[in-house]
């Protein structure tokens, strides 16, 4: 008889968590770091996109606000009302 193969162990990076916090940031910078020094040609093009991204984020702020939504939930914070 044959005997019976074991079952491989396929790791999913899909299920890995990687939560909002320091451990998050820590392994974003090192991916990027690692992709950066494998492949060089990628800076100016990484560059370009932080730059792209920087002047939409700064654009998205501005103009969110001038316009504040009519939907948009109360800062508990700022007024001090608790739910």
Do not use: Y
């Not at 702020?61 to 739910?83: E, Q």
């Amino acid at each position: 008889m044959d005997e019976p193969k074991p079952q491989e162990v396929m790791w999913n990076t899909s299920r890995v968590r990687v939560g909002g916090d320091i451990g998050g940031v820590i392994a974003v910078i090192g991916s990027v770091i690692i992709i950066l020094t494998g492949l060089p040609p990628l800076k100016w093009f990484f560059a370009g996109a932080l730059a792209c991204g920087a002047v939409c984020a700064f654009a998205l702020s501005f103009w969110h606000r001038r316009h504040p939504g009519p939907a948009r939930p109360p800062n508990t914070i700022r007024n001090g009302s608790a739910r």
